[in-house]
């Protein structure tokens, strides 16, 4: 098993921290991983994006010009990416970020209200886990036990109180994603 992951959104969105929890997770359960963020001045307000490839087998190169599966969290991430994505590929995007909804024949397309699920349970801060626990619900690379080793072995201690919250929010991703008709 190998994914090639694009993750893509506006700076603040929790992107990059996405990303590395992916590919910690990996690590936890000890397959290959490669993280290469891709961000600018625009870090705060602008588009970033991480390339993550999660792999039982050795990872060649981390560079990559198309992808398995396209994360994309706004408008700009989705007009660039998805000319990207592998034919029998996945894209997953949030519906508040995208004002042109996506189409395309050869791959599958997923939508996931997860501004709305973040709103709805009062904290934007687990916005990225909902949109992870609906990536892992489609492509489940690693396990929401990997995730939850990494949460404790990445977080300063101070914020283990916020892990429960957050495996909460990846289990709320896994049930609201929705395959676009």
């Not at 290469?36 to 390339?51: D, I, K, L």
């Not at 939850?148 to 495996?167: D, S, V």
Request: glycine letters at 10%; aromatic letters at 6%; charged letters at 20%.
């Amino acid at each position: 098993m190998k994914k090639e992951i694009i993750i893509s959104g506006f700076g603040g969105q929790g992107v990059l921290s996405m990303g590395k929890i992916l590919a910690y997770s990996g690590l936890m359960e000890d397959k290959e991983v490669t993280w290469m963020p891709a961000y600018g001045p625009e870090q705060r307000g602008g588009t970033a994006n991480v390339t993550v490839i999660v792999s039982d087998d050795q990872i060649s190169s981390p560079i990559l010009s198309s992808f398995d599966v396209a994360v994309v969290l706004n408008q700009p991430s989705l007009d660039k990416f998805l000319p990207k994505i592998k034919s029998g590929g996945i894209l997953i995007y949030d519906s508040y970020g995208i004002i042109n909804p996506p189409s395309r024949e050869d791959i599958s397309i997923y939508r996931i209200d997860a501004m709305d699920k973040a709103a709805e349970l009062k904290n934007a801060k687990v916005f990225n886990m909902i949109v992870l626990g609906g990536l892992l619900k489609v492509c489940p690379v690693i396990s929401h036990d990997g995730v939850e080793k990494a949460l404790y072995k990445t977080l300063p201690e101070r914020h283990h109180g916020l892990i429960p919250l957050n495996m909460q929010a990846l289990k709320e991703g896994a049930e609201i994603i929705q395959l676009q008709a």
